[in-house]
């Protein structure tokens, strides 16, 4: 299984950046898909997830109102819209797919997510 992160870049405060994440080697229709990222520094902070059907979403705080999750099971992605970015929005973000045993449900613990992609970096300056 392999989830391949993209969009990432360098943007100016207030800008938009749109992250995507592909998944290949598996098919996670029914499962629960996240976003998280990590500053330099910092824990790994959640940041969305969505249930099977995109039906219910969830946000951090510190996104809500600017950010917005988004999944197409027909390609196995699921997207992030980042909106009126702000410089402590930098960080590395990463897709996640939720574990085996709790798969359908949404939780901000990054110990229930099993899948991981690699990251990308999104550099928002002042």
């Known amino acids: 299984v392999q989830l391949q992160a993209s969009g990432g870049g360098l943007v100016q405060a207030g800008g938009s950046l749109r992250l995507s994440c592909v998944v290949s080697?598996?098919?996670?229709?029914?499962?629960?898909m996240g976003w998280f990222r990590q500053a330099p520094g910092k824990e790994r902070e959640f940041v969305a997830a969505i249930n099977w059907s995109g039906g219910i979403t969830k946000y951090g705080d510190s996104v809500k109102g600017r950010f917005t999750i988004s999944r197409d099971n027909a390609k196995n992605a699921v997207y992030l819209q980042m909106n009126s970015l702000k410089p402590e929005d930098t960080a590395v973000y990463y897709c996640?797919?939720?574990?085996?045993?709790?798969?359908?449900?949404?939780?901000?613990?990054?110990?229930?997510?099993?899948?991981w992609g690699q990251g990308t970096l999104v550099t928002v300056s002042s």
């Open positions: 996640a797919v939720k574990g085996e045993r709790s798969y359908y449900y949404i939780t901000q613990d990054v110990g229930e997510y099993d899948y």
């Open positions: 080697g598996r098919t996670f229709s029914n499962y629960v």
